[in-house]
């Protein structure tokens, strides 16, 4: 059986990624429609399904589509999605819209793919931060209860979308070259050769919106209503996948061998040991997320820490969406 498919934002860099990523896994896809805005209308893309001119999407461009896999920002994601509802389509969304929704499953294939069923039109595709985390994380969780999880992300220019390596790539160039100011429109500051330790606004308590996420969609991924989560997001200068060094604080105490081999054995993992460990330039690319550094917290006794890495674009949000599609029609 196959099946009718449309990206909604297909021009975008996940967009296109979605498209890549269905032809990889052989999605058994009928028809793929591409819609954009009208800016985008009537571009000509070649895919692996051949060539496929881009529509504007509207509320009538659903018609006749199974599965709608969003790549779009918030405001056209909450537009559209009524529309998407109406038209019998099952809409898998990228966006932040509806991740907190009760009504909307927020999933990550290796860790709750049953909470797909739960769906009334919409699924929800979590943060790419979240994501990656939790698939390294998946496997202390099996040997016990997380109670909580200090982490740092060091989160690459891509995520900031399509301007971020070129910002980041002309910046370095103009200061190399001597220029003792660079432009800055991405990003609120230089990110060439810097660090910026804010993604997303501030809220009342002094943490991003960014930084909120892991624990809020944390708690509804791995149904831990509990869980706490103390979180820095930082943007560096890397062009593509994101790291996170994460303390994982569990009920019990655990033996580090038994973390290794438990984490060796989550699909979507790799276990590095020793002087390997992850780094993005290895992690792009690709859609399995690298977890090494592992070792025992000094502070408390059952505390895990470790350092992992993946493809924010793929893992963390084009792949994620194509597996819940998989999902949905398996």
Request: charged share 20%; glycine share 8%; net charge negative.
């Amino acid at each position: 059986m196959k099946y009718n498919l449309a990206i909604l934002g297909a021009t975008g860099a996940v967009g296109m990624e979605m498209i890549n990523i269905l032809a990889e896994r052989n999605f058994p896809v009928d028809e793929l429609r591409l819609l954009a805005s009208s800016r985008s209308a009537g571009k000509k893309i070649d895919t692996p399904f051949g060539e496929i001119t881009v529509i504007e999407a509207t509320s009538n461009a659903f018609e006749g589509i199974d599965i709608v896999l969003g790549a779009a920002e918030n405001d056209i994601s909450v537009r559209f999605a009524e529309d998407i509802k109406k038209s019998g389509a099952i809409y898998i969304d990228n966006s932040s819209a509806f991740r907190m929704n009760d009504d909307v499953p927020l999933v990550v294939p290796e860790i709750n793919p049953e909470d797909v069923k739960k769906h009334n039109g919409i699924i929800a595709n979590p943060n790419c931060t979240t994501i990656i985390t939790l698939v390294a994380i998946n496997g202390i969780r099996k040997l016990s209860e997380i109670k909580g999880i200090y982490a740092s992300s060091y989160q690459a220019v891509s995520g900031a979308g399509a301007g971020g390596p070129v910002e980041m790539y002309e910046q370095s160039k103009s200061i190399l070259n001597g220029e003792k100011t660079v432009e800055s429109k991405v990003f609120a500051h230089q990110i060439a050769f810097n660090l910026i330790p804010q993604i997303g606004g501030f809220g009342e308590n002094g943490y991003s919106s960014e930084e909120m996420k892991l624990q809020n969609e944390g708690r509804k991924i791995m149904h831990l209503p509990n869980l706490t989560v103390s979180c820095t997001c930082v943007r560096v200068p890397v062009e593509r996948s994101h790291s996170i060094s994460a303390n994982i604080i569990t009920a019990d105490r655990l033996e580090l061998e038994d973390v290794e081999n438990m984490i060796a054995k989550m699909p979507g993992c790799k276990l590095m040991m020793g002087d390997e460990y992850p780094m993005p330039i290895d992690t792009s690319n690709q859609d399995t997320v690298f977890v090494g550094r592992i070792r025992r917290d000094l502070v408390n006794e059952n505390g895990i820490n470790l350092f992992c890495c993946g493809d924010q674009v793929r893992k963390g949000a084009a792949t994620n969406a194509v597996q819940i599609a998989e999902l949905l029609i398996n």
